[in-house]
């Protein structure tokens, strides 16, 4: 897949994960439970901010890390294809 199709997909799905999160907001409890113990009761809580937002954050977060790789790999190993060559 071309990198540009494949950015332009997750950027879709990030921006979806923030859509959904502001389409929801004002329904969820503030604050959200976030744990569940062995039981299944309710055992931590973390306000609604984070409860809706904190996965799409990371999203933005890993998304930026793969694309600085390829720029700050004192080898560049990770943007040449692997050539199956051992000698």
Request: hydrophobic fraction near 55%.
């Given at each position: 897949?071309p990198?540009?199709?494949?950015?332009?997909?997750?950027?879709?799905?990030?921006?979806?994960?923030?859509?959904?999160g502001?389409?929801?907001?004002?329904?969820?409890?503030d604050?959200?439970?976030?744990?569940?113990?062995i039981?299944?009761?309710?055992?931590?809580?973390?306000?609604?901010f984070w409860?809706?937002?904190?996965?799409?954050?990371?999203?933005?977060?890993?998304?930026?890390?793969?694309?600085?790789?390829?720029?700050?790999?004192?080898?560049?190993?990770?943007?040449?294809?692997?050539?199956?060559?051992?000698?």
């Amino acid at each position: 897949m071309p990198t540009k199709i494949a950015t332009s997909i997750i950027l879709a799905l990030i921006a979806l994960a923030f859509i959904v999160g502001l389409l929801l907001y004002t329904q969820m409890p503030d604050p959200m439970p976030s744990h569940w113990n062995i039981a299944g009761e309710v055992d931590g809580y973390m306000p609604r901010f984070w409860g809706l937002f904190l996965l799409p954050l990371v999203l933005v977060g890993v998304f930026l890390l793969y694309l600085a790789i390829p720029r700050i790999d004192p080898l560049k190993a990770t943007s040449q294809p692997l050539t199956g060559n051992t000698t």
